[in-house]
């Protein structure tokens, strides 16, 4: 099982960029294929970028693609999301979600869940 928190989230305006991380505990990080779900308020849940655990494949929600970026550091167990470009409806509680695989069938969740980290992009 793995353990993930994220952090970084925050009030921004419109135009402007946040960096989120996401830590994961345990020794095989680089066996899991890491993703970033987001909720906004009255809305489900939706996939918005995915990364292999190798990092070498990557699939973004048509929404975020050119303007979200992730990363990650398997010696460091982090994996990043980098959002620029923020609009007002990328506002949401954004997840950190992990599937133990090197690859996910995204746009469905992985098993593991983060508690969530709010970002709301004022107009």
């Known amino acids: 099982q793995v353990q993930l928190v994220e952090s970084g989230g925050g009030l921004v305006q419109a135009g402007g960029s946040l960096r989120l991380s996401c830590l994961a505990s345990?020794?095989?990080?680089?066996?899991?294929?890491m993703a970033w779900f987001r909720q906004a308020p009255g809305r489900a849940r939706e996939f918005v970028v995915g990364?292999?655990?190798?990092?070498?494949?990557?699939r973004y929600a048509t929404s975020v693609k050119d303007r979200f970026t992730i990363s990650r550091n398997n010696a460091n167990n982090t994996v990043y999301l980098q959002m620029n470009s923020l609009k007002p409806e990328d506002t949401a509680v954004y997840y950190c979600?992990?599937?133990?695989?090197?690859?996910?069938?995204?746009?469905?969740?992985?098993?593991?869940w983060g508690q969530g980290t709010q970002v709301t992009v004022s107009s």
């Open positions: 990364i292999s655990g190798s990092g070498s494949s990557i």
């Open positions: 345990g020794r095989t990080f680089s066996m899991y294929a």
């Open positions: 979600n992990a599937e133990p695989a090197n690859q996910a069938t995204w746009p469905s969740a992985g098993r593991y």
